[in-house]
T-cell receptor, first 110, second 116 residues
Framework: LAKTTQPISMDSYEGQEVNITCSHN???????ITWYQQFPSQGPRFIIQ???TKVTNEVASLFIPADRKSSTLSLPRVSLSDTAVYYC???????????FGAGTTVTVRA | DADVTQTPRNRITKTGKRIMLECSQT?????MYWYRQDPGLGLRLIYY???????NKGEISDGYSVSRQAQAKFSLSLESAIPNQTALYFC???????????????FGPGTRLTVL
């Protein structure tokens, strides 16, 4: 099970880009990198998943360098509603093999 | 309508009481999970089920039991509740993983349980 390390918290302001980096030095060949978002008093919600290079969807971008030992979730032009906890998960298969750590609490201020 | 529902949303009970938390889903997924969340600890897996006849213990199953009554229903029971089981409980489902990918999980709204 790949261990992940991400910052405990980050502060930002509306309109800025937020980049959250997750370290996973012992990532295995078949592991994927997945990010979830959790708003207060709600369950986590899938944001994005990737294996290598860059993945983009309507919510975020995920940058993965060639060595795959880290990944960066990028949230463009954040708003107050992006205040949430963001979890980085690394693993090959089913959620029983993955681990939700403490995540990164992102606070967006006006 | 929500795809994954949990009842009750909030519950206060006393030490030693038996309590059941229920989860229903309309997503048609075979795989279902129960997690608990404590402040600052992320989510920890209690039990999971890959189909109606399959039940597996997760990271922290002691003090809990589950029942998979149907594909759409997965219940979590605390046989004799204790105060350190006070937490936020989440039910989740997941789609079978795509070739090379990891399951995407869908979470319910959570049940806030307080054991006095």
């Amino acid at each position: 099970l790949a261990k992940t390390t991400q910052p405990i918290s980050m502060d930002s302001y509306e309109g800025q880009e937020v980049n959250i980096t997750c370290s996973h030095n012992n990532i295995a060949t078949n592991d994927y990198i997945t990010w979830y978002q959790q708003f207060p008093s709600q369950g986590p919600r899938f944001i994005i998943q990737g294996y290598k290079t860059k993945v983009t969807n309507e919510v975020a971008s995920l940058f993965i360098p060639a060595d795959r030992k880290s990944s960066t979730l990028s949230l463009p032009r954040v708003s107050l509603s992006d205040t949430a906890v963001y979890y980085c998960l690394v693993g090959e298969r089913l959620p029983d093999k993955l681990s939700f750590g403490a995540g990164t609490t992102v606070t967006v201020r006006a | 309508d929500a795809d994954v529902t949990q009842t009750p949303r909030n519950r206060i009970t006393k030490t030693g009481k038996r309590i059941m938390l229920e989860c229903s889903q309309t997503k048609g997924h075979d795989r279902m999970y129960w997690y608990r969340q404590d402040p600052g600890l992320g989510l920890r897996l209690i039990y999971y089920s890959f189909d109606v006849k399959d039940i597996n213990k997760g990271e922290i199953s002691d003090g809990y039991s589950v029942s998979r009554q149907a594909q759409a229903k997965f219940s979590l029971s605390l046989e004799s509740a204790i105060p350190n089981q006070t937490a936020l409980y989440f039910c989740a489902t997941s789609e079978p993983y795509r070739a090379g990918g990891t399951d995407t999980q869908y979470f319910g709204p959570g049940t806030r349980l307080t054991v006095l």
